[in-house]
C-alpha cells in the first residue's frame, strides 16, 4: 500500500511538471519568435514555415532600429511615466488603504464598495470622458496627460487594504499606549510590515504604465511624447511591415519588464501570497 502511495506521488509530481513545463512554453515561444525574427533579415522574416534560427544573425536591426526611430527618446518618455506612477500609486494606494482597513469612518463599506466596481468597469468605456477632460485642464501632449489618470488604481487600492488587514492590531495598540499618531503608526509600523505587498503594487504599476498603449495614444499627439507601445506601432504601415525592426523594438521595450521581474519575483509572489490575491 505505500508502495503504491508513492508510486501515485511520483506519477502525480511528473504530471505537474510536464503540465507546468508545457506551459512555460507555450508563454516563452511568442517571445522566442519574436527574438528571432529580430536577428532575420526581411526575406527570411517571411519564409514560411518559419526558421527558428537566424542565418545569419543581424545584431545590426537593433542598431538600424535604434537609429531609424528616436527609440532613446521613446524611452525616456516610457520611464519619466512609469516611474511618476509608481511612486504616486505607492504613495496614495497605500494611505487609502490603510484607511479602509484601520480607520473606522461613516460609509466606510460604501466607499470601498465603489472602489472595487471600478475594476469591472474598462478602460475603453471611459475614454472619452477622460480625454474630454485633459483637453480641458490643457494636458494634452504632455506628461502630466499621461501620468493623472494612472496616479491611483483601484487595484492597488484594494491590493494595500489587503495587505494592512493582515498587519496584527496588537501593534498598532501598542503604539498608540505609547503615544504615537495615527501618520507615525502608518509610516513607521505598518507600512514597513507589508513590504512585499509594497513592492508587488510597485511591480504591478510599472508593467501596467510601462505597457499602456490606449492612455497615450488618446493624450500624446507629438511624437516628442510617443511612449514605446505607441512608438512600436510606427513600424507597422498599410502596405509594408518590416518585421525584424518591428519585432527588434518589441524586444527592446520588454527588456526592462523581465528585468525588474526576474529581479523582484521573490517579493512580488510573496506580496500575492501574503494579500489573499491567489
Same mark, same amino acid.
Given at each position: !500500500?505505500?508502495?503504491?502511495?508513492?508510486?501515485?506521488?511520483?506519477?502525480?509530481?511528473?504530471?505537474?511538471?510536464?503540465?507546468?513545463?508545457?506551459?512555460?512554453?507555450?508563454?516563452? $515561444?511568442?517571445? #522566442?519568435?519574436?527574438?528571432?525574427?529580430?536577428? &532575420?533579415? @526581411?526575406?527570411?522574416?517571411?519564409?514560411?514555415?518559419?526558421?527558428?534560427?537566424?542565418?545569419?544573425?543581424?545584431?545590426?536591426?537593433?542598431?538600424?532600429?535604434? &537609429?531609424?526611430?528616436?527609440?532613446?527618446?521613446?524611452?525616456?518618455?516610457?520611464?519619466?511615466?512609469?516611474?511618476?506612477?509608481?511612486?504616486?500609486?505607492?504613495?496614495?494606494?497605500?494611505?487609502?488603504?490603510?484607511?479602509?482597513?484601520?480607520?473606522?469612518?461613516?460609509?466606510?463599506?460604501?466607499?470601498?464598495?465603489? $472602489? $472595487?466596481?471600478?475594476?469591472?468597469?474598462? #478602460?475603453?468605456?471611459?475614454?472619452?470622458?477622460?480625454?474630454?477632460?485633459?483637453?480641458?485642464?490643457?494636458?494634452?501632449?504632455?506628461?502630466?496627460?499621461?501620468?493623472?489618470?494612472?496616479?491611483?488604481?483601484?487595484?492597488?487600492?484594494? @491590493?494595500?487594504?489587503?495587505?494592512?488587514?493582515?498587519?496584527?492590531?496588537?501593534?498598532?495598540?501598542?503604539?498608540? $499606549?505609547?503615544?504615537?499618531?495615527?501618520?507615525?503608526?502608518?509610516?513607521?509600523?505598518?507600512?514597513? !510590515?507589508?513590504?512585499?505587498?509594497?513592492?508587488?503594487?510597485?511591480?504591478?504599476?510599472?508593467?501596467?504604465?510601462?505597457?499602456? #498603449?490606449? @492612455?497615450?495614444?488618446?493624450?500624446?499627439?507629438?511624437?516628442?511624447?510617443?511612449?514605446?507601445? @505607441?512608438?512600436?506601432? !510606427?513600424?507597422?504601415?498599410?502596405?509594408?511591415?518590416?518585421?525584424?525592426?518591428?519585432?527588434?523594438?518589441?524586444?527592446?521595450?520588454?527588456?526592462?519588464?523581465?528585468?525588474?521581474?526576474?529581479?523582484?519575483?521573490?517579493?512580488?509572489?510573496?506580496?500575492?501570497?501574503?494579500?489573499?490575491?491567489?
Amino acid at each position: !500500500m505505500v508502495g503504491s502511495n508513492s508510486t501515485l506521488s511520483r506519477v502525480s509530481r511528473g504530471l505537474y511538471l510536464l503540465i507546468l513545463t508545457a506551459g512555460a512554453l507555450v508563454m516563452v $515561444i511568442p517571445f #522566442f519568435w519574436s527574438l528571432s525574427t529580430s536577428l &532575420k533579415p @526581411l526575406s527570411e522574416a517571411l519564409v514560411f514555415p518559419p526558421r527558428w534560427i537566424p542565418h545569419p544573425f543581424l545584431w545590426k536591426n537593433y542598431v538600424l532600429t535604434w &537609429k531609424t526611430v528616436p527609440m532613446g527618446q521613446w524611452f525616456v518618455n516610457s520611464a519619466i511615466v512609469a516611474v511618476v506612477v509608481v511612486i504616486g500609486n505607492v504613495v496614495l494606494d497605500s494611505m487609502a488603504g490603510y484607511a479602509l482597513a484601520r480607520i473606522r469612518f461613516r460609509g466606510r463599506s460604501l466607499v470601498f464598495f465603489g $472602489i $472595487i466596481s471600478m475594476l469591472m468597469i474598462p #478602460f475603453q468605456s471611459i475614454m472619452l470622458p477622460v480625454y474630454i477632460i485633459l483637453r480641458a485642464l490643457g494636458l494634452i501632449n504632455s506628461y502630466a496627460g499621461m501620468i493623472l489618470p494612472q496616479l491611483v488604481s483601484a487595484m492597488g487600492v484594494f @491590493l494595500m487594504r489587503q495587505a494592512f488587514l493582515n498587519v496584527p492590531h496588537e501593534v498598532e495598540e501598542s503604539a498608540i $499606549i505609547d503615544g504615537a499618531s495615527r501618520w507615525r503608526i502608518f509610516a513607521q509600523i505598518s507600512l514597513p !510590515m507589508v513590504q512585499p505587498s509594497l513592492f508587488t503594487l510597485a511591480l504591478m504599476m510599472f508593467m501596467g504604465a510601462w505597457n499602456n #498603449f490606449l @492612455l497615450p495614444l488618446l493624450v500624446a499627439n507629438n511624437q516628442n511624447f510617443w511612449t514605446l507601445p @505607441l512608438g512600436v506601432v !510606427m513600424f507597422q504601415q498599410q502596405y509594408y511591415t518590416n518585421w525584424p525592426y518591428l519585432m527588434a523594438a518589441a524586444v527592446m521595450a520588454t527588456i526592462p519588464i523581465a528585468v525588474l521581474f526576474l529581479v523582484f519575483q521573490r517579493w512580488f509572489i510573496q506580496g500575492i501570497s501574503t494579500t489573499g490575491l491567489k
